[in-house]
């Protein structure tokens, strides 16, 4: 069945530097979306990625779709402690008309001020 | 904001016993989802529904747990009897639904544990 890997797992990050995560899925994605979860919340919404190669901004946050449609990166620049959580990204296989989403294990980010 | 509402936040119960979550999606929201997080795991789907049927619980341990959605509004997730491993964060979530390209709306979730 589809896996969605992400690495690293942890991430420590002092306050003003920029990192990278990243997905990687077994089987080619209809789209993939991103989310965050704050220490004792929920996962929150942050983007969907669709078409393949493309990249989204928001603000500090740099989305990209791999252009085979199995992986894809969030680079945060700039990182503040408000980034502190766990990002989430996951993924929809294209045999899937549902909208069911395979989760990563996430990103855990803890920032140094 | 229009929330998805979840009760209740915290469980503790034993092993053997028998336990209930409930959940109130997005209203106009028809595609409902439930979640297992095990700490330190991406959330794992148990079973998700379009209005009141069933479209997918491959993932659902079906010899203890069961989940329904009658009218197609709200929906009660069921462990009969819960067992140690049950210990868990079970969140619902729901989106719109016509499309497979809707995001998720999570609701706080509901933290079992089982002693």
């Known amino acids: 069945g589809q896996q969605v890997m992400q690495i690293p797992q942890y991430q420590h990050v002092q306050e003003g530097e920029d990192f990278t995560t990243y997905c990687n899925s077994s089987?080619?994605?209809?789209?993939i979306q991103w989310y965050k979860q704050r220490p004792g919340g929920h996962p929150v919404f942050l983007i969907q990625l669709v078409k393949s190669g493309e990249v989204k901004k928001q603000k500090r946050l740099t989305f990209q779709f791999g252009e085979a449609k199995k992986n894809s990166s969030l680079h945060i620049t700039a990182t503040q402690t408000t980034d502190v959580g766990t990002y989430f990204c996951a993924g929809q296989d294209t045999t899937d008309s549902w909208g069911k989403l395979q989760f990563g294990a996430g990103t855990q980010v803890v920032v140094t001020p | 904001e229009a929330e998805v509402a979840q009760s209740p936040r915290y469980k503790i119960t034993e092993k053997s016993q028998a336990v209930a979550f409930w959940c109130d999606p997005i209203s106009g929201h028809a595609t409902l989802y439930w979640y297992r997080q095990i700490l330190g795991q991406g959330p794992e789907l148990l079973v998700q529904?379009?209005?009141?049927?069933?479209?997918?619980d491959s993932q659902l341990p079906k010899d203890r747990f069961s989940a329904e959605r009658l009218k197609g509004v709200d929906s009660t997730l069921k462990i009969q009897p819960a067992e140690l491993g049950d210990s868990a964060m079970y969140l619902c979530?729901?989106?719109?639904?016509?499309?497979?390209?809707?995001?998720?709306?999570f609701g706080p979730g509901t933290r079992l544990t089982v002693l």
């Open positions: 089987t080619t994605l209809s789209n």
């Open positions: 529904f379009q209005d009141e049927s069933v479209v997918d």
């Open positions: 979530a729901s989106t719109l639904g016509g499309s497979s390209y809707n995001e998720q709306f």
